[in-house]
């Protein structure tokens, strides 16, 4: 058995169920069986996990950052020696197959290493100044207390994007992982404390999210939070805790979209295509929901696509909520004219599967070409020309990823710089975000932080400048 039958929290170094005595049940996602118990935290549970934090984190932040950079490399080597075992359990937990279970685990541990490089790397700045012998530079200091509240979608590079550089910039941090997603979570913490992060330094409340997220985001002990999830709740974060002036960190959905123009590798769009709107059931913020296709390769791509899709081996999404949603979004675009090329339904087998759905004739303003479905569906649009492809692509709530496939320089240049998004990729996916890369949105896709890179040093700490003046008479 890899996952344990009972997930607890860890408050100040020491497991615990919810103070309530209260559980949820989590199900696997490939054929609905039970797979684990998982503390059903509340308010108290959260609160006991501030006072934790807010004790250990300045003896913590007295370490020096090469220290604190050795523990993060120390926690990320543990992970990598478990490697099968986490990915195994990630496996349990979402359905996805190993091989991307593995490359994601993966991920995530060279998250952990470039973090801790950073730990003999982290550098200032030092500037002028008008007056003579004086000295300007900045450190960095933490925040203090960090709430790390997470998605599913890939467990571990979400705990890792976070947990990582939170602590290392010398913060204790609460992480809320997903409910979803318990178990991996909760093995990252246990490795914390063999790897040797001090009691309270790293935290980890189970639960549902407006049970045990929301106090966590109210708690005036909580100086940051950062979020990764639906714009929806993340609109609730950042006005709850703007209203503390926390600092929020949001990184939110996406409706991304991958451009075909008619000078275009049309086997490497597809392929790209495909990969990017189905890989992990088209659960990933950065997957291309959107297909905008020069109408001269229009019907070439689409039937190429669709030969595509015939092949792909559908995965399960993460819950039956999430199945019936996009169930219901799919009937209500048909309703109101789309087409079905491929797909549009579940799948009659065990577990939450959906076909792999391919849409035309949808309506740039209609529900399923602005909202973010999160499940196995994408749309495509016809273009004339690159303007218009521009225009529709620019036409979106969302912000966070864009890809063109093109021949032209000229063009790929054009798009980069027209595009509103906060990753742009030319002749590949809509994905592919790596640890030393800073990732994020804009508009509805998140406040502007970026994670990963040393940008999420950024995110975990606050610069602080130190104006340095000397007296020459005591030379
Ligand atoms: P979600 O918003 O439902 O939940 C995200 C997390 O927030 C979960 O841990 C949940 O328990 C918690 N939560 C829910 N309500 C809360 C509340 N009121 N207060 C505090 N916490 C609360 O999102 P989801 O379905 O888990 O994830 C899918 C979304 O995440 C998609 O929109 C996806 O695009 C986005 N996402 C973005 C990125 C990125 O880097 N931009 C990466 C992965 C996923």
Partial sequence: MVVAEEILNLIGGSTAPATSGQWLEKHRPVDETLLC???????EDVAAAVAAARS???????????ERGNVVRELALRLRERREEASAIVVEETGKPLELALGETDAAIEMG?????????????????????????TVRQPLGVAALIMS???????VAWKAFPAIFCGNAAIMKPSEHTPASASLFVDLALEAGVPDGVLNVIHGLGPEAGAPLVEHPGVDLVSFTGSAATGRWVNETAGRRLAKVC????????????????LDAAVRWALAS???NAGQRCASASRLVVLDAVYDAFRDRLLEGVRDLEPQPVISRESLERISEVVARAVEHGATVLAGGDRLDRRGWHFAPTVLEDAAPTAEISCSELFGPVTVLYRAADLDEAIALVNDSPYGLTAAIHTASVHRAMRFAERVQAG??????????SE?????????????????????????????????????????
């Fill in 37 to 43: 118990r998982v503390a059903r935290s509340g308010a």
């Fill in 56 to 66: 250990a984190q300045p003896a913590w932040a007295e370490r020096t950052p090469v």
């Fill in 113 to 137: 290493l470039f973090v801790a490089g950073e730990g003999r790397r982290s550098y200032g700045r030092t500037t002028t100044a008008s007056t003579p012998h004086r000295t300007v530079f």
């Fill in 152 to 158: 599913f979608n890939t467990p571990l590079p979400n």
């Fill in 250 to 265: 949001l990184e939110l959905g996406g409706k991304n979209a991958l451009v075909v123009c008619d000078d275009a590798d």
């Fill in 277 to 279: 709107a189905f890989s």
């Fill in 423 to 432: 990753v742009v990729v030319v002749n590949a996916g809509t994905h592919g």
């Fill in 435 to 475: 640890p030393h890369v800073g990732f994020g949105g804009v508009k509805d896709s998140g406040t502007g932080w970026r994670e990963a890179g040393v940008e999420a040093l950024d995110v975990y700490s606050d610069l602080k400048v130190v104006n340095l003046v000397t007296y020459p008479n005591n030379a």
